[in-house]
């Protein structure tokens, strides 16, 4: 930082981060209990320095090697914490191994914890702005029941969540359905959309491109 600034005149900052240590190993460890506690007493120590940062949890960095329970379980933990504690992006959607691989399949995973996540902090709504008087939607939901009112045709998507992927059937379809499995359905999707993929950038772009990684590889290989 000293070095930037001495050369460049530019003006230069730092944050200081915290981070777990698993002493069997010697590694940095994302995605424990502690690296979540740590995430929260980072803006506390860099109020020291005159940050003044959020201190909910935002990295979903975990060190799972695979799209599994493990990795699900993991940043579930971390976004459904920081959350409510007031969170409202979250970093590292779709890594895995920290942030060593990439994997299509943790991504549409990730994306459905967020959303699980979402509607979970809205809280309950209790529709009282849609209900003119509840003693009649009382008198009419005894007759024709709770499915059978306007209002929870209307309105029964703003109080419930429909997930894309997770299965919330009974055992008797799924077994019917031959045990569909989610890791299967992931990968089916991610295929479908690769396939479907077009798109292919201009011949000058996609030149320079390969001017600059060839000059990049050249460099660090000698």
Not at 42 to 71: E, T, V
Not at 148 to 170: C, E, I, M, N, V
Request: charge should be negative; include cysteine.
């Amino acid at each position: 930082m000293i070095a930037v600034r001495m050369l460049t005149g530019k003006p230069v900052t730092f944050i200081a981060n915290i981070f777990p240590t698993n002493l069997r190993d010697g590694s940095v460890v994302f995605g424990s209990p502690e690296n979540l506690l740590f995430q929260m007493l980072c803006p506390d120590f860099n109020r020291f320095y005159g940050w003044q940062g959020d201190s909910a949890p935002d990295n979903i960095h975990i060190m799972a090697k695979l799209p599994d329970g493990q990795s699900a379980a993991e940043k579930a933990a971390i976004m459904t914490l920081g959350a409510s504690l007031g969170a409202r992006y979250f970093t590292g959607a779709g890594t895995l191994s920290l942030d060593e691989i990439f994997n299509p399949e943790q991504l549409l995973l990730d994306c459905e914890i967020r959303d699980w996540v979402q509607r979970a902090i809205q809280g309950v709504w209790m529709g009282e702005e849609v209900v003119d008087d509840w003693l009649d939607e009382i008198r009419e939901g005894i007759t024709k029941g709770f499915i059978g009112l306007p209002s929870t045709l209307d309105h029964y998507r703003t109080q419930t969540w429909y997930p894309k992927w997770f299965a919330r059937g009974a055992i008797g379809p799924w077994l019917n359905q031959g045990q569909p499995r989610l890791s299967n359905r992931l990968r089916h999707e991610v295929r479908k959309r690769i396939s479907s993929y077009n798109f292919e950038l201009d011949g000058e772009r996609k030149r320079e491109i390969e001017r600059i990684y060839a000059a990049a590889e050249q460099t660090v290989a000698g």
